[in-house]
């Protein structure tokens, strides 16, 4: 079946420094998306990638989709303290029927 | 408003019982879904339904068996728990038709077996 690997599995960085973190699905996607989990909490949406080699911005967040459809990666510029916690990608397959696998995860620690 | 809501938030319980979990969401959504998360964060889906129809079902042991009584809610119950059940189990919710992916998480019910 499907997966999708992240790495890497943990981050820490101090305040002000960049983050990236790399997502890999072993089968092309229609789509990904990306996910923050802040400790304790649930997933909730970031943004979702179509197109190959697309590019989006939010804020200090720059996502990217690979040009095969099979690869993802998200950037942080100057991490906050509010950056902390889980990043996961999320792709749906080429199949039906609206399944969506979730990468590994990345989880980010920021030191103040 | 939440738009996603399940209950109970915490759930402890002996191996061998049997238990549930409920979900209700006010988007409007067509698609629900649960997911697992283990103790290494691994976020698995289990069951997805459309329109009160099941149309995914993971490799998940016969003991758990999802419900859907309308588009806006979906259940799961467990029977027979195990301790290897014990894991945050995550309803979601989304709109139908390629590109609609986008999920909206209810905040989780942590489910502890002893």
């Known amino acids: 079946g499907q997966q999708v690997m992240q790495i890497p599995q943990y981050q820490h960085v101090q305040e002000g420094e960049d983050f990236t973190t790399y997502c890999n699905s072993s089968t092309t996607l229609s789509n990904i998306q990306w996910y923050k989990q802040r400790p304790g909490g649930h997933p909730v949406f970031l943004i979702q990638?179509?197109?190959?080699?697309e590019v989006k911005k939010q804020k200090r967040l720059t996502f990217q989709f690979g040009e095969a459809k099979k690869n993802s990666s998200l950037h942080i510029t100057a991490t906050q303290t509010t950056d902390v916690g889980t990043y996961f990608c999320a792709g749906r397959g080429s199949g039906g029927y609206q399944k969506v696998t979730f990468g590994t995860g990345t989880k980010l620690q920021v030191i103040p | 408003d939440t738009a996603v809501s399940q209950t109970p938030k915490y759930l402890v319980t002996q191996m061998g019982n049997d238990k549930s979990i409920k979900c209700e969401q006010n988007?409007?959504?067509?698609?629900m879904y649960w997911y697992k998360q283990d103790s290494k964060k691994f976020l698995k889906i289990m069951f997805s339904y459309n329109n009160k129809e099941l149309i995914i079902n993971e490799t998940v042991p016969n003991r758990f068996s999802p419900k859907s009584p309308d588009k806006a809610h979906l259940n799961l119950h467990i029977n027979s728990l195990e301790l290897g059940d014990s894991a945050v189990y995550f309803c979601?919710?989304?709109?139908w038709g390629p590109g609609n992916e986008k999920l909206f998480f209810g905040s989780g019910t942590q489910l502890s077996v002893l």
């Open positions: 990638l179509v197109k190959s080699g």
């Open positions: 979601a919710s989304s709109q």
């Open positions: 988007l409007g959504h067509d698609t």
